[in-house]
């Protein structure tokens, strides 16, 4: 479940410097409390479609108590999620979003590599998907995308390329994918807890 507290504290924390402190805990509060009444309101709609999605994937069977317990926390979550997202976070921007002078970046002068991760990742050729998905093959969609950009920017950099997945070079570019992986849903995970 989130903090909605914190949550609140953390939106509002930069723009309204203007109040002294007490003014602020007053503000949280309020904000809180409307913002989990809605929670609330959200989630009472939302656990009797989750309930009834579930009836009906489970050819009309009622749902037992510990999957009663799952619904009603699966209805809570995605409450705060909507709420959260469409009051608190909708429209916002925090200052580390805003671009800054020093941070412009020419991305032809990036090496393929250097852009792989970046916005300004190399699209892969179809021959480079198709080479992913022989080096790769049963990996998931996401993955594969990522190692089709990851081929690509070695290509272009004009480094070793693996041909399969027996390649020697195959299991480190199958960790540093992993990586990158794993650190865009720890991102994610971090954009979302604020949310």
């Known amino acids: 479940m989130i903090d ?3 949550a609140v504290t953390e939106r509002y924390a930069r723009e309204m410097t203007d109040l002294d402190r ?5 503000f949280v509060t309020s904000e809180t409390d409307r913002l989990l009444t809605v929670i609330a309101q959200m989630q009472s709609q939302t656990e009797l479609g989750v309930i009834a999605d579930w009836r ?3 050819g009309g069977a009622d749902p037992d108590v510990m999957t009663l317990t799952g619904l009603y926390n699966q209805a809570r979550m995605s409450a705060e999620e909507t709420v959260l997202t469409g009051e608190l976070w909708e429209g916002y921007r925090s200052p580390e979003d805003e671009p800054t002078p020093e941070s412009t970046v020419d991305p032809d002068s990036m090496s393929g590599m250097d852009r792989w991760l970046t916005e300004w990742a190399i699209e892969a050729t179809p021959e480079m998907v198709t080479l992913a998905e022989r080096v790769w093959p049963g990996q998931t969609a996401q993955f594969q995308v990522w190692g089709e ?3 690509q920017a070695r290509a272009e950099d004009r480094l070793p390329i693996p041909d399969g997945p027996a390649h020697p070079l195959t299991a480190e570019l199958t960790e540093l994918v992993n990586a990158a992986l794993a650190r865009q849903a720890r991102a994610d995970a971090a954009r979302h807890a604020r949310r």
Do not use: G, K, P
Not at 22 to 26: I, M
């Open 56 to 58: 009906t994937r489970n």
């Open 22 to 26: 007490t003014q602020f805990e007053e």
């Open 4 to 6: 909605v507290r914190a």
């Open 149 to 151: 950009q990851l081929l």
